[in-house]
């Protein structure tokens, strides 16, 4: 069994940065995502990091902005975000997969963290 852990979220002025942490245990080399959740929306997808960190992949709102590595020696993943904006205020989650890459979609993803709030503040 998979389990992840988040960390790294909190209360951040527009513009400003914050690095996001995923550490898994009980298997490494998956897939790993990140999604966010904003009060009364849907979970949406934010970035993805194939197993060996060789592909990644963004999406449209946070790309140019946000940077997805792993250190794999300590099974952790990295969501670096720059240039917050008000709209990047959500719970964010990080996820991990065995199946296909990309994975793109919740429900490509078999484990889930309890996620970790990011408040963006102007």
């Known amino acids: 069994q998979v389990q992840l852990v988040e960390s790294g979220g909190g209360l951040v002025q527009v513009g400003g940065s914050l690095r996001l942490a995923c550490t898994a245990s009980?298997?490494?080399?998956?897939?790993m995502g990140w999604f966010r959740q904003a009060p009364g929306k849907e979970r949406e997808y934010v970035a993805a990091?194939?197993?060996?960190?060789?592909?990644?992949y963004f999406a449209d709102s946070v790309k140019d902005r946000f940077t997805i590595f792993r250190d794999n020696a300590e099974n952790t993943v990295f969501l670096q975000m720059t240039t917050l904006k008000p709209d990047d205020t959500a719970s964010y989650y990080c996820?991990?997969?065995?199946?296909?890459?990309?994975?793109?979609?919740?429900?490509?993803?078999?484990?889930w963290g309890q996620g970790t709030q990011v408040i963006v503040s102007s």
């Open positions: 990091i194939s197993a060996k960190g060789t592909f990644t």
């Open positions: 996820a991990a997969s065995s199946g296909s890459w990309p994975l793109l979609r919740p429900n490509e993803y078999n484990y």
């Open positions: 009980g298997e490494s080399r998956l897939h």
